[in-house]
């Protein structure tokens, strides 16, 4: 997105994507920036690849926080409504954490007190993604486990879905670094989202072992996951159709799509 969102469907074509994920916010920030109807219909009505949008880092709905809930609410709308301005796909948002004490059993309320309603007032926008996270730090949805009962904490809304990361999972106790324990635990996910429920997978590898609760992104391959593992995403009902999007280096862009595109075709073999 430097430069522009105009930018952004250029450098995705450039490094062979076809899936798309921005950020229309600073991700770690609360301001929100101008608006840009114009730029955003033009987009909309240009871009030929699936868009999806992922919110700022700093929304977490699990805080006890007064000024933090508000803020957070304030960027989950912007981003649901931007989204729905450019034609976006879903909304990725972090799961959130229980923090300063705060008990996970009352901070999991607080996501649904706060989140539904905004869902309530932009009624048009994108499917709502959350995103579990590594594990570390209170972490209200990081395993299959704690993210199903998440879900259920929401009411099953089916206006939200799920955005899986694959380092995250790696962390959080699961270990990828084998495809059929890969398959095992993208199964376990998809348990725990329901039917249809993923919508978005973050593929990255991982600096760090599994159950770390350590969110260190590496280049596919080059992680304690490996690139062999990768080939499960291809192999495993649960994933078919579902859009993937990498999170490494800017620099690593291409080569880990074209890994990725590599172990999709010979899946199809």
Request: charge should be negative; charged fraction near 20%.
């Given at each position: 997105m430097a430069g522009g969102l105009a930018k952004a469907l250029p450098r995705a074509v450039a490094v062979g994507a076809d899936v798309l994920q921005i950020f229309v916010a600073n991700p770690r920030g609360w301001a929100p920036p101008a608006a840009d109807p114009?730029?955003?219909?033009?987009?909309?009505?240009t871009c030929h690849l699936p868009v999806f949008v992922h919110a700022p880092y700093l929304l977490n709905f699990g805080s006890p926080s007064a000024e933090t809930l508000a803020r957070s609410t304030e960027a989950l709308r912007f981003s649901l409504q931007r989204g729905a301005a450019i034609g976006a796909l879903g909304v990725v948002m972090h799961a959130g954490s229980s923090v300063l004490g705060n008990r996970r059993?009352?901070?999991i309320a607080q996501v649904r007190e706060h989140v539904l309603p905004v869902l309530d007032a932009v009624p048009d926008g994108p499917r709502l993604l959350v995103e579990p996270?590594?594990?570390?730090g209170g972490a209200l949805a990081s395993d299959a486990a704690s993210l199903g009962a998440y879900l259920?904490?929401?009411?099953?809304?089916?206006?939200?879905?799920?955005?899986?990361?694959?380092?995250?999972?790696?962390a959080a106790g699961h270990d990828l670094s084998t495809p059929k324990s890969f398959r095992a635990a993208l199964r376990a996910y998809a348990r725990a989202a329901g039917p249809g429920g993923i919508g978005l997978i973050h593929v990255n590898d991982s600096r760090d072992p599994a159950g770390s609760k350590r969110d260190r992104h590496e280049a596919i391959g080059h992680?304690?996951?490996?690139?062999?593992?990768?080939?499960a995403l291809f192999t495993t009902p649960v994933t078919r159709r579902v859009p993937m999007v990498v999170e490494t280096s800017d620099t690593?862009?291409?080569?880990?799509?074209?890994?990725?595109?590599?172990?999709?075709?010979?899946?199809?073999?």
């Open positions: 114009a730029g955003d219909a033009t987009f909309a009505a059993d009352d901070a996270t590594a594990g570390g259920d904490a929401l009411g099953r809304d089916q206006r939200i879905g799920v955005c899986l990361d694959t380092c995250h999972m790696h992680g304690t996951i490996g690139a062999d593992a990768f080939s690593q862009h291409a080569a880990d799509i074209a890994t990725l595109t590599a172990l999709r075709t010979a899946a199809l073999l």
